[in-house]
């Protein structure tokens, strides 16, 4: 079973930033937080991943909480290329590619 | 630097009959794992292989079998196709010790 639980689906309107949430309430102290996304049909590519500190990359900022019981991953300035299915996952550093993907979001950017 | 590559991209079966599914993995990966996607569902990890062992397997049955080759490429193998394993299949590589993996295309499968 996925370690994880996210909101079905979301809305953001083009130029905003989008918020997505994730609750990861078991995660382990050794088990890093991935968020990946998925155009349909196709593999997913990673986006940012995170321990315990507030990670930044090109592409997006990952906000995790103090007891990293849940995180936010933040997409600065959502475009309508942005919407996507987004999962999130948590698996130990040393084991990335075994993974449990949940259901993961649907994000609708909208003009 | 290469990418994930996969083949077929699509592939029409019928049951009870095998399939094989390939994949090369990203440059400098020696790992690779194999997942399957059910329409509307997230990946579901099936096994993977590091220096042509298995190195963890999911909730699958023996009849998922794979194989990994001398240079990190990769097979997937199934017997007995039934209806619920139309699904995309999805290969990624990664390093053992590394921090994230790189998926392939992936393979759409149809089980008739």
Redesign the interface.
Known sequence: D?KTTQPPSMDCAEGRAANLPCNHSTISGNE?V?W?RQIH??????II?GLKNNETNEMASLIITEDRKSSTLILPHATLRDTDVY?CIVSP????????????TTLTVKP | ETGVTQSPTHLIKTRGQQVTLRCSSQSGHNTVSWYQQALGQGPQFIFQYYREEENGRGNFPPRFSGLQFPNYSSELNVNALELDDSALYLCASSLVQGETQYFGPGTRLLVL
């Open positions: 996925a890093y991935y990946y049909s196709q593999g997913p590519q990673y991943h999962y550093l040393t084991n990335a590619g075994k993974s449990t993907f949940g259901d993961g």
